[in-house]
T-cell receptor
Framework: GEDVEQSLFLSVREGDSSVINCTYTDSSSTYLYWYKQEPGAGLQLLTYIFSNMDMKQDQRLTVLLNKKDKHLSLRIADTQTGDSAIYFCAENESPPRGQGNKLTFGTGTQLKVEL | KAGVTQTPRYLIKTRGQQVTLSCSPISGHRSVSWYQQTPGQGLQFLFEYFSETQRNKGNFPGRFSGRQFSNSRSEMNVSTLELGDSALYLC????????????FGPGTRLLVL
């Protein structure tokens, strides 16, 4: 399988911006995703980006994709205490391409927002 | 639209037993995928079902199996439970036509004693 890597922890102050990074290895991935998981809960889809895009903005969220370096980032503007959670990036590595869904997830980044 | 629902939410079993978990996808979604989440291994793909057929499979032993019904509801079964099967089992649904966004349920937390 392919490896998707993330840093384990990030701590920011309320009101600051948070940037969560991810590196992936499957250059054939068509979609890359960001999910949020709060304690005891399932995964909430935050946003996704198509592989032919460099950037996608959705309210406080900005996703940047660098295909050359296989690097994906999620920026959260004006981070709030309610943003404290684990954030997972994921790539869809379903083979052959276009048939089905098989997500490979990163290890997750624990975001802690301090007052 | 109602989201993905999973039952039961919590389950305690003993080693050697078997367990069946259920997942109801979002109305109109035909693809259901299952994932296992553990502290040690993270989130791992188990299998995906589409139109009652297994379409993709992860690297899990044959003790893990699943099926999908004509109404797209899916079940997964784990036989001869081991302590290491303790995990959060997540189900996700999507329309099913191609690589696309998956929506997750709240999960079933299984504890094997």
């Amino acid at each position: 399988g392919e490896d998707v890597e993330q840093s384990l922890f990030l701590s920011v102050r309320e009101g600051d911006s948070s940037v969560i990074n991810c590196t992936y290895t499957d250059s054939s991935s068509t979609y890359l995703y960001w999910y949020k998981q709060e304690p005891g809960a399932g995964l909430q889809l935050l946003t996704y980006i198509f592989s032919n895009m460099d950037m996608k903005q959705d309210q406080r969220l900005t996703v940047l994709l660098n295909k050359k370096d296989k690097h994906l980032s999620l920026r959260i503007a004006d981070t709030q205490t309610g943003d404290s959670a684990i954030y997972f990036c994921a790539e869809n590595e379903s083979p052959p391409r276009g048939q089905g869904n098989k997500l490979t997830f990163g290890t997750g980044t624990q975001l802690k927002v301090e007052l | 639209k109602a989201g993905v629902t999973q039952t039961p939410r919590y389950l305690i079993k003993t080693r050697g037993q078997q367990v069946t978990l259920s997942c109801s996808p979002i109305s109109g979604h035909r693809s259901v995928s299952w994932y296992q989440q553990t502290p040690g291994q993270g989130l791992q793909f188990l299998f995906e079902y589409f139109s009652e057929t297994q379409r993709n499979k992860g690297n899990f032993p044959g003790r893990f199996s699943g099926r999908q019904f004509s109404n797209s509801r899916s079940e997964m079964n784990v036989s001869t439970l081991e302590l290491g099967d303790s995990a959060l089992y997540l189900c996700a649904s999507s329309p099913g036509t191609s690589q696309e966004t998956q929506y997750f349920g709240p999960g079933t937390r299984l504890l094997v004693l």
